[in-house]
């Protein structure tokens, strides 16, 4: 069958070439991006916060895989590690809704795969994967909840065990957007539930939550504070972007 899917592909190549995620330029690969779009997308990774993932400016100075950053050092965050892909700016924003809004939900799996390598040791560690949940009245107006794309594929590259419906949104929350800190803080407060018939599932275990954007990380937070207190033995975070005030930035 390997034989007959390779020619399959490429009969399918030849009729509709392969085209960069972030723009029409013909590509090798599906599902990757051209040179041009490659050096515009701003990538994530070492030197980082220990803990919130935040990228540092200079390799510290004693080498340490486990530095934080001033922020996280005042006041650490509720879930253990958080990781993201990409930054989200002025480049990337159009890859990120054009995913979330726009059908591009073949996009998952190139978006899994940069993911996978941002979080590679989270996944290592984790029992589960669960997505953020949207409410079920945005969830029917969009029809699909792109983070649990993001986890459906990255369970599918990893083989960690996807628990789609872990959580419920139980109200519809106003969009994030234009909200401060504090404010973004109150808006998701109360607003997770785990389900029932998952509790004992997941009693004690490493949860990995999985969302397409990280801004102020109060979403992260109340869904860490959800789970810990249904009984999960730690969290971690893996995103697909995430706002930085600058690169790279405290946050």
């Not at 029992?127 to 699909?144: C, E, G, K, M, Q």
Request: hydrophobic share 40%; aromatic share 6%; charged share 25%.
């Amino acid at each position: 069958m390997a034989p007959v899917r390779r020619f399959s592909r490429t009969v399918l190549d030849l009729l509709l070439p392969p085209q960069c995620l972030g723009c029409d330029t013909v590509v090798e690969d599906l599902g990757t991006l051209c040179a041009d779009c490659w050096q515009a997308v701003t990538f994530i990774g070492k030197p980082q916060c220990a803990a919130c993932g935040i990228p540092f400016e200079f390799d510290d100075a004693d080498g340490r895989e486990n530095s934080l950053c001033g922020t996280c050092i005042a006041d650490k965050p509720v879930f253990e590690r958080a990781r993201t892909a990409i930054a989200y700016d002025d480049y990337s924003r159009h890859l990120v809704l054009a995913f979330k809004h726009a059908d591009r939900t073949d996009h998952a799996p190139a978006f899994a795969t940069w993911m996978e390598r941002a979080g590679r040791e989270l996944l290592d560690d984790a029992d589960i994967i669960a997505p953020v949940p949207l409410h079920w009245t945005r969830l029917f107006s969009r029809r699909y909840n792109q983070a649990a794309m993001l986890a459906l594929a990255l369970h599918k590259r990893s083989g960690v065990q996807c628990i789609a419906d872990l959580l419920t949104r139980t109200r519809r929350t106003p969009s994030q957007g234009r909200l401060g800190p504090s404010a973004r803080r109150r808006n998701v407060s109360g607003a997770f539930m785990m389900t029932d018939r998952h509790r004992a599932a997941i009693k004690g275990k490493r949860v990995l939550i999985i969302d397409d954007v990280m801004t102020s990380g109060a979403t992260a937070a109340a869904v860490t504070k959800t789970l810990l207190k249904g009984g999960v033995g730690a969290v971690d975070v893996l995103t697909l972007s995430r706002v930085l005030r600058s690169l790279p930035c405290d946050t």
